[in-house]
Nanobody, 112 residues
Framework: QVHFVESGGGLVQPGGSLRLSCAAS????????GRWYRQAPGKERELVAG????????DYADSVKGRFTISRDNAKNTIYLQMNSLKPEDTAVYYC?????WGQGIQVTVSS
């Protein structure tokens, strides 16, 4: 059974950092690309970052380029999202997604 466990969210001040993790199980993790999305209150879910199955290719939304880094460890079946220089507008529920299956989401709040 496919299962994702997201962790690492929380409350952080503007300019701070967080690292999100998405631990996967129930499928051959290394065969699939992965993505992080986010959904802010009252807004549509948006793509934040993506990574290829090997980790060799990544892409980012313009709003997070230069601040966020997506990575993966195929030995640990985990995708990460390192978020630096966080802004209040980064506040959202963050979701990992692989082959169309969603994690449960994790709250990130950026506020002073």
């Amino acid at each position: 059974q496919v299962h994702f466990v997201e962790s690492g969210g929380g409350l952080v001040q503007p300019g701070g950092s967080l690292r999100l993790s998405c631990a996967a199980s129930g499928f051959t993790f290394s065969r699939f690309s992965g993505r992080w999305y986010r959904q802010a209150p009252g807004k549509e879910r948006e793509l934040v970052a993506g990574i290829s199955s090997t980790g060799g290719n990544t892409d980012y939304a313009d709003s997070v380029k230069g601040r966020f880094t997506i990575s993966r460890d195929n030995a640990k079946n985990t995708i990460y999202l390192q978020m630096n220089s966080l802004k209040p507008e980064d506040t959202a529920v963050y979701y990992c997604n692989m082959f169309g299956t969603w994690g449960q989401g994790i709250q990130v709040t950026v506020s002073s």
